[in-house]
């Protein structure tokens, strides 16, 4: 995986400090949009994300892959452009995923909620739940599969 070689933005550092320091999903949003339309998110904001996502390293480049095509992601490292609202939007539904599904597995217990979106399952269609959540119109199943687990459902 390149590094990137340019420095996170103020804007994208709050994103990301507040999506994963529960704020309430209204601040993280307005984060969010915030840094779209300043276009304030780059590979450094990738990075960061990475490494704040998931505590198992060998992860990391399956869901930079989920989140940027490798082809996009030398592009954004080699010339330092802004990521698209596309790879944005990917980054704020995976974090979403991650919120809930630590909200689920609380500290310590957080390795059991990285175990799970990183397994393949069954009711969807076989695929991990952080790629579904980064996938076109995928957050919806993997909210209402982390909905089923939290109400006691089979799963």
Do not use: C, N
């Not at 990301?16 to 904001?45: E, M, P």
């Amino acid at each position: 995986m390149a590094r990137a070689s340019v420095r996170e933005s103020e804007i994208s550092k709050k994103f990301l400090a507040d999506l994963f320091g529960g704020k309430d999903w209204s601040t993280v949003y307005g984060d969010l949009q915030k840094g779209i339309a300043r276009k304030a998110f780059s590979a450094a904001t990738v990075e960061s994300f990475l490494r704040r996502a998931l505590e198992t390293e060998d992860v990391r480049p399956s869901l930079l892959r989920w989140l940027v095509s490798e082809r996009s992601w030398k592009r954004r490292v080699s010339e330092k452009t802004a990521l698209s609202e596309e790879e944005v939007s990917r980054i704020a539904s995976v974090g979403r995923v991650l919120r809930e599904a630590r909200r689920l597995w609380p500290e310590p217990d957080h390795a059991s909620a990285e175990k799970f979106l990183i397994t393949p399952h069954p009711r969807l269609r076989g695929e991990p739940p952080l790629k579904v959540a980064a996938s076109a119109g995928g957050l919806p199943a993997v909210l209402e599969l982390l909905a089923r687990i939290e109400e006691g459902a089979p799963v």
